[in-house]
């Protein structure tokens, strides 16, 4: 089972530290109550529990992508926001998976699967038991599907407008 997909920010190696890690989006699937603590659980006080949580995972992402990226001697533009009209090659983009251990952030042991593209980190938290083909091929299909998305938001100078742009008495 999926237990949690997020997207965040993720920092260039050799880059100057510009900001800490940012989580753009989560969804958790499943509630899971703070361990240990025999007073009643408020709803706030269980959502700051999961925002800390994936907050974690996030932190640990990003570490282990500039840590690959540096090992392979990337250059630190390799990450970066990039906008053209070209599609971003999911088949080269840095990936991994690590496993968690109990307790670290999450009570059961869990499986963490992540995607660098660009300047974002795309990770799913999975059961350890899950299929691990079948979640990249997942994670890279949503991750080719937000980036097409984003890509229609842009503003993107098309070849018509251009054209107009230069030849304004037409």
């Not at 260039?12 to 659980?41: I, M, W």
Request: aromatic residues 6%.
């Amino acid at each position: 089972m999926v237990h949690a997909f997020l997207i965040h920010t993720l920092r260039a190696p050799n880059l100057e530290d510009t900001g800490l890690c940012r989580v753009l989006y989560s969804c958790v699937f499943g509630a899971e109550k703070s361990p240990d603590d025999p007073r009643p659980h408020g709803a706030e006080r269980d959502r700051l529990f999961r925002k800390e949580q994936i907050l974690a995972v996030a932190r640990q992402v990003e570490s282990l992508c500039r840590l690959q990226q540096q090992a392979a001697g990337c250059s630190s533009t390799d990450l970066q926001p990039q906008f053209s009209a070209e599609p971003v090659s999911l088949h080269e983009a840095p990936h991994g998976a690590f496993h968690l251990a109990a307790g670290d952030p999450f009570q059961e042991p869990r499986t963490v699967l992540w995607l660098g593209v660009l300047s974002l980190g795309f990770t799913l938290v999975l059961d350890t038991h899950e299929n691990l083909l079948l979640a990249e091929r997942t994670l890279r299909l949503l991750a080719r599907l937000l980036l097409d998305h984003l890509r229609l938001l842009t503003p993107a100078v098309s070849t018509g407008a251009a054209y107009c742009r230069a030849h304004p008495s037409r």
